[in-house]
């Protein structure tokens, strides 16, 4: 087993998950074993402390030009459908199963090997492990930031371990976060109760990830459930279904609702009304300020019944950094479709655009072809710890080992591709810093 291997089996090991939803965060404890078990791989680092939250860092060398090399420890809740035990590391035909296995252990583990020892005859790299990026950066890669600019050690070039496809990512759109709720209505109808199962189905099986969803090929459970309820005019009773986290897609939606039938039934309508908005919601016309192949989503992964209130959680993801016009737009849907609700909107800290001009760009694509890798950029879907560094201009790729399932059962890694996810991260270094 090599280093990288043995790093990420104990990564596994730990639970740290973040979800702010159920109030858990990476514990201590876990936290202070991620130090050690560095330190144990050659990797001595320092600690920045915000909100809870533990950034592990290390300076190494001097002057410019200055590289950070950045992975994130936290994971998402394991979820249900796990065949494996999410938290005991699993190698299956050459595949290393586990939460965070892909995203993001991995990379933490192969920088770590990768550059443990590593000494540059020029310039300085700075090596962060952050812990929340899951929930959005604020306390890590954001304090990073600040910390790094008041040092004197703002990067010239960002490599952020953070993908899945061991390809060269350049683009990834901001990520917002909105809660949408309406007032319960309690009511009662003619008919009886009955119940129906919406399920996710996906092309992309290798995540749950909702900002890979794409429309058109991709189906959605609650924008099913709610194309259902504005297609038959019925009433509906509860909802209920497989919640993850913000930006998981829930792998199936349960509704009850009201159908023709001799009798009386009770039911909302406000949660009617709510569900019939979905389905605007989710296509509402949002305004970008650059280019994705993926556009503009606006995914419905929760709901909550709470203090007399339906609430629906939505992911947003969106090339801009203009959040009073997302808003504007998503207000201007709610405002036709609802009436009277209340919204609530967060994030939109950045994204990553990175020209494929960029002298970091061809380093990492001729390192790519060293290693018999696909020699082609690409944009991904979800956002990273990157989006507090590119949009002031720092020359930033995410990148990471082929693993699936991301936010998914069963997740995992190829350990083939962990192998040659040190050898990228050595081999970006070395052609920098020499």
């Not at 702010?20 to 402390?49: C, F, M, N, Q, S």
């Not at 060398?61 to 950045?70: A, I």
């Not at 005019?233 to 023709?260: H, M, Q």
Request: aromatic content about 8%.
């Amino acid at each position: 087993m090599d280093s990288a291997h043995r790093i990420l089996a104990k990564l596994v090991e730990l639970n740290t998950v973040n979800d702010p939803a159920r109030g858990t965060a990476p514990p201590p404890e876990a936290v202070d074993r991620i130090g050690r078990l560095l330190a144990e791989h050659g990797l001595k680092t320092e600690t920045l402390e915000s909100g809870g939250y533990t950034t592990f860092y290390t300076v190494i060398g001097r002057g410019r030009p200055v590289t950070l090399f950045m992975a994130h420890y936290d994971t998402v809740p394991p979820g249900p459908g796990w065949t494996l035990d999410p938290f005991q590391p699993t190698v299956r035909n050459g595949r290393l199963y586990g939460r965070g296995s892909a995203d993001d252990k991995s990379n933490v583990a192969a920088i770590t090997a990768a550059l443990a020892g590593f000494s540059p005859s020029k310039g300085t790299v700075v090596i962060a492990f952050t812990g929340d990026e899951e929930v959005g950066g604020r306390h890590g890669a954001r304090v990073l930031a600040e910390m790094l600019e008041k040092e004197g050690l703002w990067p010239d070039y960002l490599v952020n371990g953070d993908g899945a496809f061991s390809k060269v990512i350049i683009r990834r759109r901001g990520a917002y976060g909105a809660r949408v709720s309406v007032r319960e209505e309690p009511c009662t109808a003619d008919g009886v109760l009955a119940e129906r199962v919406f399920s996710a189905r996906l092309l992309n099986k290798g995540t749950m990830h909702s900002a890979y969803f794409v429309p058109g090929v991709d189906t959605h459970p609650l924008v099913a459930a709610s194309e259902y309820v504005r297609l038959t005019g019925f009433k509906a009773s509860g909802l209920e279904g497989e919640w993850v986290k913000g930006n998981v897609i829930p792998r199936s939606a349960t509704l009850r609702y009201v159908e023709p039938g001799n009798g009386r039934v009770d039911c909302d309508e406000g949660l009617t009304r709510l569900l019939e908005a979905i389905l605007p919601m989710h296509r509402a016309p949002l305004r970008p300020q650059r280019h994705s192949d993926y556009g503009v989503s606006v995914m419905p992964n929760m709901y909550c019944r709470r203090e007399g209130r339906h609430t629906v959680a939505l992911d947003i993801r969106i090339m801009s950094m203009d959040r009073s016009a997302v808003e504007e737009d998503l207000r201007r849907v709610l405002d036709e479709v609802l009436g009277d609700y209340a919204l609530e909107l967060s994030g939109g800290s950045g994204w990553l655009y990175t020209p494929r001009s960029a002298r970091l760009v061809g380093l990492a694509l001729s390192v790519q072809r060293s290693l018999g890798l696909p020699g082609e950029p690409i944009e991904a879907g979800g956002a990273s710890d990157a989006r507090f560094f590119s949009p002031r201009g720092v020359e930033a790729i995410d990148y990471g080992p082929l693993g699936g399932n991301i936010h998914g059962p069963d997740e995992h890694v190829s350990l083939e591709h962990l192998g040659k996810a040190v050898l990228f991260y050595r081999r970006i270094a070395e052609a920098i810093h020499g």
